[in-house]
């Protein structure tokens, strides 16, 4: 039976360090033929620039190949059922990265595959990026026992939530700052010990990582306004900055909007990481790839 990595919560942390591991490696020697011949689908169904490029670029690295598939392009967009999409898909490749609007949906096609699925995102979760985040965090920072990580904005998107579960089981503290209406929902911070509070200064304070996310994502255009208004006091800006530790790191998941959720200064700045955060999804995937295709 094929396994699926489907949100943060599908690793354990002795899995998640030899992820990390095999991470290294494959960024210290690139090209390793550990998947050759075989191949994975990249069922997208929004828009996309280090997902689908660093799965594409990492498979190739691993000699296999992959195949982008826009689900707008595929028969789903004529009625398909995603279980048939999936059944069908798993007699072709070895795996499968899906990037969808929902969970829900996540969940029914890898209920569905014989092969392993990754998420690449969704509503809920992004625990690819979350991986990539610690790892980077892990790092520049020698370890993840005892560091603080505060995120600051939107503390219900995928990518917080991610780092909530994933920064729980790692041992990271996680802080987040967000108006009441964008609060972590019960089932991110089930288990934790997040500390979730209205109040920037407070989150951001003796942190060694202040993370933050764009403040309108995909899908959620119609509530563009709003949401810049109740979050406008959220922005990470260099008097944020000086809350956090002298040496703290500066993340972001991109893209970004400089000059919304975090100021150029900030963006560009010496204790900005967000390139490397960038480029560590493609040796982190590559590990997760091969740890579940393998």
């Known amino acids: 039976m094929a396994r699926h990595f489907l949100a943060d ?28 011949s075989k191949n994975v689908a990249l069922v997208f169904s929004k828009p996309s620039t280090r997902t689908r490029v660093s799965f594409e670029v990492g498979m190739n690295q691993l000699g296999g190949a992959a195949i982008y598939l826009q689900t707008g ?9 995603l279980a048939d999409f999936a059944k069908t898909l798993s007699r072709y490749v070895q795996g499968i990265a899906a990037r969808m609007e929902s969970q829900a949906e996540l969940e029914e096609l890898a209920s569905n595959s014989a092969v392993p699925v990754i998420n690449g995102l969704t509503d809920r979760w992004h625990p690819c990026q979350a991986l990539a985040d610690l790892y980077t965090l892990r790092e520049k920072k020698g370890q993840l026992d005892g560091l603080k990580l505060a995120f600051i904005g939107d503390g219900n998107s995928n990518v917080a939530r991610s780092l909530i579960r994933l920064g729980a089981k790692m041992g990271v503290q996680v802080a987040v700052a967000s108006p009441k209406e964008f609060a972590p929902g019960k089932d991110a911070l089930k288990g934790t010990k997040t500390r979730v509070t209205a109040n920037p200064k407070e989150a951001a304070k003796g942190a060694d990582a202040v993370y933050t996310d764009v403040w309108v994502s995909m899908g959620l255009e119609t509530e563009s306004e709003a949401r810049k208004k109740l979050l406008k006091p959220y922005q990470v800006n260099g008097a944020l900055m000086k809350q956090a530790k002298k040496d703290a790191l500066f993340m972001h998941c991109l893209p970004a909007h400089r000059g919304e959720e975090a100021t150029n200064e900030v963006f560009s700045g010496k204790q900005s990481a967000v390139f490397d955060q960038a480029e560590n999804r ?10 579940l295709m393998r």
């Open 9 to 36: 919560d599908d690793f354990s942390k002795e899995e998640v360090e030899r992820i990390f591991s095999l991470a290294a490696d494959l960024k210290s020697r690139p090209v390793q033929p550990l998947l050759p």
């Open 73 to 81: 392009e595929t028969q789903l967009k004529r009625g398909e059922t």
């Open 282 to 291: 493609l040796h982190v995937q590559k590990a997760v790839m091969v740890t």
